[in-house]
């Protein structure tokens, strides 16, 4: 009994000493989180208005979006720069940096963006090298090409959403999320369909729909961000003065790695989905139907992900280390809570979850056995995002993008085609390798993490 009363002591403790870290974090991580749904919500609109139009439409989708996100990704990781820069700024008082970031940030990611549009759109007529059927393949190359437009509002909006992000303002990202979904959904109505007099342009509307959502939120982030007065004293204007070389390196030391690393880590699971394609429709169908709702649970640690890059970075600049190892740990525990009772959500409902999605009884006794493997998967996951948002808020982008690189195609592909093909374990062979890299990748992180404060700390002293 007084061990227990000792346990419930220290605990009570722990939560006295980190309530205020534990306030931050979630006010921050809340709106990110559901700014990341609205996104997720967006495709899901997406698919049920193109899947109305027929098969070979919604499989040109998902082709197209999968080609599209493997491209803008990289744009979003360069991007995500301007947080932790713009976060050390501010802590150190240094107001007039931040706005000079803003410009610089914009300047290189509109270039950078200007390569990217070029990838899909001139690369879209190589679709037809990727032997999918005909009718797909012929809806698929113009519906990528009117996509590719907006890389370009795409990457304007993540700029200024990175930077007010970077000043502990998450909550403008989420409101335009979510008028999006309704913004997306109107122009698909008009445009899939050909409602109100509008032209039916079928799978090419969904893409002029896209596009029109992405000028919005472009514009409508960018207005608000220029326009308001809690920015003035960061003079988060465009007067750009001149070309500040020293500020461009830093948004590419920091956003290229980060772009990088996550391409890797998706291009590993799109390579994956692919390996389990060949073992057959009812493996695939179980592999997306547990990563969808493994997706979902992933998008509340994504939130406190992006949270603690932020409060890292101010922390980082004002070179109160101390907090910052608490921010850190808060972070971290708060992950591995949140994942652990999802994990033991999926495992307990893994006969139930699948029914949501499909009747069929082999696909289901599939899903339910990959959503074991979820359980574990989801705790490890969600440290090594954690991990990596508190690395980034210490620009420490190079070596987890090199560890990604490692873990994921030099250890957990290879490892997963073995065990999945040659050893016939199938999905559940991707799904052991795939865990193992999150493993893997999640301790190196924790580890990489505490000897960084540790140094900070003791060259501080």
Known sequence: MAYLEGIFSTIRKLLLEYKQHIKETIKLALPVSIAHLGHIMIGVVDSIMI?????????????VNILLFLVIVIGMGVTIAITPLTAIANGSGNHEECGIILRQGLLVNLIFALFLFAI???????IVYLDQPEDVVALS????????????????????????????????????????????????????????????????????????????????????????????????????????????????????????????????FALAAIIIGWMGTNFLAAHQIALNLSSITFMLVLGISSAATIRIGDYYGRKD????????????????????????????????????????????????DLLIFAAIFQIFDGSQIV???????????????????????????????????ELELNANGIWISITLALILIAMFFIFRIRRNISDLIKNNN
């Open 120 to 126: 899909p759109y001139f690369g879209a007529d190589l």
């Open 321 to 368: 280390y101390n907090e910052l190892k608490k921010a850190a740990n808060t972070a971290l525990l708060s992950a591995v809570s949140i994942m652990g009772v999802f994990g033991l959500t999926f495992i307990f409902t893994r006969n139930l979850l699948p029914t949501l999605y499909i009747s069929e009884a082999e696909v289901i006794s599939l899903t339910a």
């Open 141 to 268: 190359i113009s519906y990528l090409k009117i996509l590719s437009f907006s890389i370009l509002p795409f990457i304007i909006f993540q700029v200024f959403r990175q930077f007010i992000e970077g000043l502990g303002n998450t909550k403008p990202a989420m409101y335009i999320s979510i008028i999006s979904v309704f913004i997306n959904a109107a122009g698909n109505w008009l445009l899939i369909y050909g409602n109100f007099g509008f032209p039916k342009l079928e799978l090419d509307g969904a893409g002029l729909a896209s596009l029109a959502t992405r000028i919005f939120i472009a514009l409508s982030m960018a207005v608000y961000v220029v326009k308001s007065p809690r920015y003035k004293r960061y003079d988060a204007s465009l007067r750009f003065r001149n070309i500040n070389l020293r500020v461009m390196k830093k948004v590419i030391n920091i956003g290229l790695p980060t772009g990088l690393q996550m391409f890797f880590e998706i291009g590993a």
């Open 51 to 63: 899947g109305n139009l027929g098969a070979s439409y919604l499989a040109a989708s998902a082709l």
């Open 387 to 421: 991990g990596l948002g508190i690395l980034r808020g210490m620009t420490d982008v190079r070596t987890p993008m090199i560890v990604t690189f490692i873990a994921y195609w030099i250890i957990a592909i290879p490892f997963g085609y073995y065990l999945g093909i």
